[in-house]
């Protein structure tokens, strides 16, 4: 019987777990014994290793897999490196699968994840080991080329425009009798794609977020702390979305401002403010009003209960793919999303087979998407974000909260 | 045809519309003529006042209610003071009553909405007046005294429960391989009623959040980085709950103690960090491990997506009874809810006659529900909480996000 292995890698997102379900499904119709390992590549290396039988023969355990946020096998930031000067690791990773009869590896991950594929797979060419090696991608960024998008992203959008709506609501409850201003802090160090999707927070009515400020364009404090005074102007309680990632001209992060000469003495110690923290510190000393920073933190990548279903059986389908690929004997291949129509929506998944080009390149927002002058989104960017977010995934809750599966201590 | 005006007042719950629904419906069924005073008394002073009629004749737009987070009506934080030396807003409000015809007023809030209703009942009954006052409660705190719990509380406990289950997954994410410490802030200044929410993130395992630090207990940064110690001994990943409140033995909140000599130079200024990220950075030091802290800021009272059923069908019912203390004549009077049976959970509305006493009294925790030893709560505090946050209530979403109903500009 030939043997898959699985691992996961970098940070979680809500439905990471969905594209090892698909792997597991698959893997399973096309005759492997499908192993996980633990921790990624680094729990490989201590040859944690988990008999997915285990957990998933049991139908309705693959189903609340699919719900369960965060990787189930654990994940790592752990940098293979080059096979020059690593041999001797490679060997042991090698060794390893050996041992223990693997024939396939899958490794669902985001751009590091993409380049330890490749160079797995380009040493068991270079030494004729009989392995094939396929990666499944994933990350709440959307940064990774290639991809139309990224299984993750969607779901974690989905939970942002559903949040910031809610917020807006909230912060619209004392009308024109106490202006307010909340700042709202969402991920993205380096592009914009999550933040966004605030943008898909507007009501039949155009309520909406009052304005985004991405980190694809740069970051000005005067003109911030203006634009803020004009939307006060119009409307009392203002809800403005921005990346964690933004900059400013002389490309220094806002929320390291704290740390500069300029900010120092009026914001106090870099480490302990977000930038919406010091941009909500910005409004209350220059226009006075009362404000409010939200920091949407881990929860924006872990909120399964708010899943997009569209984005969950796309990592389903991606962890399908993968198992597939690897059945055919593919490798040093990642599988991709191409958008083949927006309306009606329609994914077809490929097959992409030059994975370096993948690792190194982050995908940023392009500038055409932007509308700078009015610090918001264009309506390009809303088309191809909107079908991410559609349908609900029905949780399973006990108790009065939705349940996941964990692994059982090794 | 006798009329009615109800109004909402304090900070906003995810299930405020639903006592307003409540209002309405019961209203309209004893032959009310409704409206609806915006941002409450505050509004109510400038005549700004809407027929409700124009938005829930519509049984869809009353549905769409019940599951629109935050003050429909705006809400105020209006202090009507006592008679003596007010005697012209008194004077002022009944003109306005009387202008429009209104029999009966309803005001949904907490405790300071409760004085204003026994105030203007007071006022009225002194000055032989038509007008009869009902209180309607709700709190997201669970600080009001006499009804076993608010409307509005159940919700922010599903919502903290369900958000720390992720939370406790995201954090669990690599395992041994990274220690990692997050720090979850929860509402409430004095009681700890949110907070202890967090236990029931505890999942059919038994892993949960490790342990909870409530404003009923002097808080001990000394022990707490002790107690931090000795949890990260046992396992590797540990999530911890602590209420804004949270104060040292000495009287000063956590969240201010970066103003004072024992902080400030260490971490900054004070008006940028909240308990959190006070509690993540003393971590840092003296512990060494990564930290992450999260605070759930106003999503807690607006998370209308996670509303437990059981208490947005609580809210509606209070709703409810108010109009009908209201048809009934009754004034100066709060509805309650008192639990006869907890197994099944069975709750009775019933009537409070002396709103004075529950105004300025804040229910805490009891004492002999805290485990203060393990940093805890006990089984006592779980069984009390649990059957607040039963039952999901489907939401109506649009384009991937739940729909909410809004005042139409005034």
Same mark, same amino acid.
């Given at each position: 019987?030939?043997?898959?292995?699985?691992?996961?890698?970098?940070?979680?997102?809500?439905?990471?777990?969905?594209?090892?379900?698909?792997?597991?499904?698959?893997?399973?119709?096309?005759?492997?014994?499908?192993?996980?390992?633990?921790?990624?590549?680094?729990?490989?290396?201590?040859?944690?290793?988990?008999?997915?039988?285990?957990?998933?023969?049991?139908?309705?355990?693959?189903?609340?897999?699919?719900?369960?946020?965060?990787?189930?096998?654990?994940?790592?930031?752990?940098?293979?490196?080059?096979?020059?000067?690593?041999?001797?690791?490679?060997?042991?990773?090698?060794?390893? /699968?050996?041992?223990?009869?693997?024939?396939?590896?899958?490794?669902?991950?985001?751009?590091?994840?993409?380049?330890?594929?490749?160079?797995?797979?380009?040493?068991?060419?270079?030494?004729?080991?009989?392995?094939?090696?396929?990666?499944?991608?994933?990350?709440?960024?959307?940064?990774?080329?290639?991809?139309?998008?990224?299984?993750?992203?969607?779901?974690?959008?989905?939970?942002?425009?559903?949040?910031?709506?809610?917020?807006?609501?909230?912060?619209?409850?004392?009308?024109?009798?106490?202006?307010?201003?909340?700042?709202?802090?969402?991920?993205?160090?380096?592009?914009?794609?999550?933040?966004?999707?605030?943008?898909?927070?507007?009501?039949?009515?155009?309520?909406?977020?009052?304005?985004?400020?991405?980190?694809?364009?740069?970051?000005?404090?005067?003109?911030?702390?203006?634009?803020?005074?004009?939307? /006060?102007?119009?409307?009392?309680?203002?809800?403005?979305?921005?990346?964690?990632?933004?900059?400013?001209?002389?490309?220094?992060?806002?929320?390291?401002l704290t740390n500069s000469n300029l900010l120092v003495d009026s914001f106090g110690h870099k480490e302990l403010a977000g930038c919406a923290d010091i941009l909500c510190k910005l409004i209350k000393e220059k226009i006075g009003v009362k404000t409010r920073a939200i920091t949407l933190s881990t929860l924006q990548r872990a909120a399964a209960h708010l899943a997009s279903k569209t984005d969950l059986d796309e990592a389903f389908n991606c962890g399908k793919k993968g198992a597939d690929l690897a059945f055919s004997g593919e490798s040093g291949k990642m599988v991709y999303m191409n958008?083949?129509?927006?309306?009606?929506?329609?994914?077809?998944?490929?097959?992409?087979?030059?994975?370096?080009?993948?690792?190194?390149?982050?995908?940023?927002?392009?500038?055409?998407?932007?509308?700078?002058?009015?610090?918001?989104?264009?309506?390009?960017?809303?088309?191809?974000?909107?079908?991410?977010?559609?349908?609900?995934?029905?949780?399973?809750?006990?108790?009065?909260?939705?349940?996941?599966?964990?692994?059982?201590?090794?």
């Open positions: 019987m030939k043997k898959l292995i699985v691992g996961q890698s970098g940070g979680p997102t809500s439905v990471i777990n969905g594209s090892l379900a698909g792997v597991y499904y698959e893997a399973k119709k096309k005759g492997f014994k499908v192993y996980g390992m633990v921790n990624g590549i680094e729990g490989l290396l201590q040859e944690r290793i988990v008999d997915l039988d285990d957990y998933f023969l049991d139908k309705n355990n693959l189903e609340l897999l699919k719900r369960t946020p965060s990787s189930f096998l654990g994940t790592c930031r752990f940098k293979l490196g080059s096979i020059e000067g690593h041999e001797d690791t490679y060997e042991k990773i090698f060794d390893i /699968l050996d041992k223990h009869g693997i024939n396939s590896f899958i490794y669902i991950g985001g751009n590091d994840s993409m380049d330890t594929v490749e160079s797995l797979s380009d040493y068991a060419a270079s030494k004729k080991k009989k392995q094939n090696f396929i990666g499944v991608p994933k990350t709440i960024d959307n940064d990774l080329p290639i991809t139309d998008h990224c299984p993750g992203f969607g779901s974690a959008c989905k939970y942002i425009a559903t949040t910031l709506r809610e917020v807006i609501q909230d912060n619209n409850c004392y009308g024109n009798t106490k202006p307010t201003v909340a700042v709202v802090e969402i991920m993205g160090r380096h592009a914009g794609w999550l933040t966004s999707a605030a943008a898909l927070a507007k009501d039949e009515t155009g309520q909406g977020v009052d304005a985004i400020y991405l980190p694809e364009i740069p970051f000005n404090l005067d003109s911030f702390v203006e634009e803020t005074k004009a939307l /006060l102007k119009k409307k009392s309680n203002i809800v403005i979305a921005v990346s964690e990632g933004i900059k400013t001209e002389d490309d220094q992060f806002v929320c390291e958008r083949v129509s927006n309306d009606p929506y329609k994914i077809k998944y490929e097959v992409f087979d030059d994975i370096h080009k993948i690792a190194n390149i982050e995908k940023k927002i392009p500038l055409e998407w932007i509308d700078v002058d009015n610090n918001y989104v264009k309506d390009e960017l809303v088309a191809y974000l909107k079908p991410l977010i559609q349908g609900e995934v029905k949780q399973i809750y006990k108790d009065g909260i939705p349940q996941h599966i964990n692994l059982k201590n090794e």
